[in-house]
């Protein structure tokens, strides 16, 4: 094997692997910090290496050993981390059954989700308890953790930095919590999941709108919290939610790139499998008892995917059910969604004053899909000045480049001022 072939593989169990090499470092080194910079040691010890030898039979078991081992190498060398106890770590070796249990992805033993119940301890902030997670378990940057939040990427440093020393200062244990625990960590690990999810489906920023490796994540974790809690409904209306959203994702960007909204994506490429499984799991989440918010969001899913096609999709049912998620779980973003679908129903105008008065607020300012909804619904009323200004907005907020070079199209195709009214598209 190649120098170059050896890299190539390298940067392939980065990419795949390393978010579990973190969650089992953290497991026995019991410092996030320090497990970060034992996984990056290992990898580096990885590159000379295996350039003289052959890639191990198991790359992950042969990284967390050797990480571990760097670990207790700097935790003897570096005053910080003097309060690490080296002899007191479990000895670790590729062929021990503990790094031969890395390879099973079943049950609720598995080191991620682990790692996501202690991210979400109570003790912890819940905008700390998600931040740190998609930080940890999906390996998403400071910055795009804060595109997220829709907050400055200072602050959400801040809060990284805080959550960890909380974490290691107030011994918050490393575990799945017993059965009298989880219902009072289950929201914070349904946000956690959800965007995760969010983030894979349409991500923040990058080259790429679609970042399967964390939706594909965020299904299977959802998974395990359902074998985990069959009782819970909520989570199984949030893994019926996704999948209806994945089940759409072959189908949104076009051949060359482009992002396609909603109508026009072929629905015959949609995956069957996902959808009826989908549909099948909100209607037991409905029948289940009172609604939650996923359960009403999983609804709406429901109802785009059960449209043969984009004319006959049930825009009002789809408004009263966000108005009543929002009567639940008042947040602007689904304000902003719930005044898409009003848009739909009653008209361009109808959908404007909504969107207006949340601009107003200022809560949105940053956010760029509601620079680019007001903007398609000025363009339906033949207000092209003010489109074009507000996809202008849009195109500097926007991060990802499919839906910058969206942006860019719609701003190309706007009529002069003095063209005909368009007529409000219902």
């Excluded at 930080?135 to 990284?160: S, Y």
Aim: overall charge negative.
């Amino acid at each position: 094997m190649s120098g170059d072939d050896v890299q190539q593989q390298i940067a392939r169990i980065y990419r795949e692997d390393s978010r579990r090499i973190l969650a089992t470092l953290i497991r026995l080194l019991g410092d996030f910090d320090l497990a970060e910079e034992a996984m990056q040691d290992a990898f580096a010890v990885a590159v000379e290496s295996w350039r003289a030898d052959t890639i191990p039979s198991n790359p992950r078991a042969w990284l967390v050993s050797t990480g571990r081992h760097r670990a207790i190498d700097r935790a003897r060398r570096d005053s910080r981390a003097a309060p690490l106890n080296a002899m007191a770590i479990p000895a670790v070796s590729p062929e021990t059954p503990a790094i031969a249990a890395l390879e099973d992805e079943s049950g609720v033993e598995d080191d991620r989700l682990r790692l996501v119940f202690t991210c979400c301890h109570p003790a912890l902030a819940q905008e700390a308890q998600v931040a740190l997670t998609l930080r940890t378990i999906c390996g998403l940057t400071t910055e795009e953790i804060a595109r997220a939040f829709l907050v400055p990427v200072p602050t959400m440093a801040q809060r990284l930095v805080r959550a960890t020393g909380k974490i290691r200062h107030a011994g918050i244990p490393y575990r799945v919590p017993s059965a009298h625990e989880l219902l009072e960590r289950l929201d914070s690990v349904l946000a956690v999941v959800y965007l995760v999810f969010t983030e894979g489906y349409a991500a923040t920023s990058g080259d790429e709108i679609v970042r399967h490796d964390l939706a594909r994540e965020a299904i299977r974790l959802a998974r395990l919290l359902v074998e985990l809690m069959p009782w819970a409904n909520e989570a199984n209306a949030l893994l019926a939610l996704m999948l209806l959203h994945d089940a759409r994702r072959a189908t949104r960007l076009s051949p060359d790139g482009d992002l396609l909204l909603l109508e026009e994506q072929d629905r015959s490429q949609w995956d069957a499998n996902q959808i009826a499984e989908g549909l099948a799991r909100v209607d037991a989440a409905l029948r289940a008892g009172r609604a939650g918010s996923y359960a009403i969001q999983a609804a709406v899913a429901a109802l785009h995917a059960a449209a043969p096609n984009a004319a006959e999709t049930d825009w009002r049912q789809i408004a009263a059910l966000y108005a009543l998620l929002l009567s639940r779980a008042p947040t602007p973003v689904i304000e902003l969604n719930h005044a898409v679908a009003v848009a739909m129903v009653d008209g361009a105008q109808a959908g404007l004053l909504l969107m207006d008065a949340i601009a107003a607020r200022g809560e949105l300012r940053e956010y760029h899909l509601l620079h680019s909804a007001r903007a398609d619904l000025l363009r339906r009323l033949g207000r092209f000045d003010a489109a074009r200004a507000a996809y202008q907005t849009a195109l500097g907020l926007a991060a990802v480049e499919p839906e910058r070079r969206f942006l860019e199209r719609r701003l190309s195709e706007i009529r002069s001022p003095d063209s005909p009214k368009e007529s409000p598209r219902r």
